[in-house]
């Protein structure tokens, strides 16, 4: 039977198979049905390519959506095509770079490492976990001592002087209280 024969091949555009293929089927049996027609016709292609017709097709379809989804997906994607790497080389076997007739040449990168340090006291004898000294916090702050403002000294010494000068000269000068 010539609906058997006919497979799909890259070769072959799919407007033309599609409409050759459904023709034939139309001359078998003319009562065939759209769903039965595109369902034969789907069983010709190979396996990844009818997978791919089917997802984007529904069943009611017509066949030049059946034709115009094959055309698209055959531009689209490699399915049912043999292409090996497009590289002249590989086609010919011959290795990528031929030119292997110079003797190696000795070549050595210039190594330059960083150097190491301690976090805490920045020596580079160490790392920070092995370190002696007291560990830097982050969040302890140094109180710096405030200087007080000559306005203050001096209201301080004058209630100070106030105070001595009416103390009794009797008592120790180590019980003085100053308020």
């Known amino acids: 039977m010539l609906f058997d024969n006919d497979k799909y091949s890259v070769d072959k555009d799919p407007y033309e198979l599609c409409l050759r293929q459904s023709k034939r089927l139309k001359a078998i049996d003319p009562q065939m049905n759209t769903q039965m027609r595109n369902h034969k016709l789907l069983t010709q292609l190979p396996g990844e390519l009818k997978h791919a017709v089917k997802c984007r097709c529904n069943q009611n379809c017509t066949l030049d959506e059946i034709s115009n989804n094959l055309q698209d997906i055959r531009k689209r994607t490699n399915i049912g095509r043999y292409t090996p790497y497009k590289r002249s080389g590989f086609k010919e076997k011959q290795p990528f770079r031929v030119d292997f007739k110079e003797e ?44 007080e403002s000559p306005t203050e000294d001096s209201e301080s010494d004058s209630m100070g002087d106030a105070i001595r000068e009416t103390s009794d000269d009797d008592q120790d000068p180590r019980e003085e209280v100053l308020v």
């Not at 050595?108 to 560990?135: I, M, P, R």
């Open 104 to 147: 190696p040449r000795e070549r050595v990168a210039e190594v330059t490492k960083k150097k190491n340090f301690c976090q805490n006291c920045g020596s580079t004898d160490h790392y920070a976990n092995n370190c002696l000294k007291e560990k830097k916090k982050v969040y302890a702050i140094e109180k710096v001592p405030e200087e």
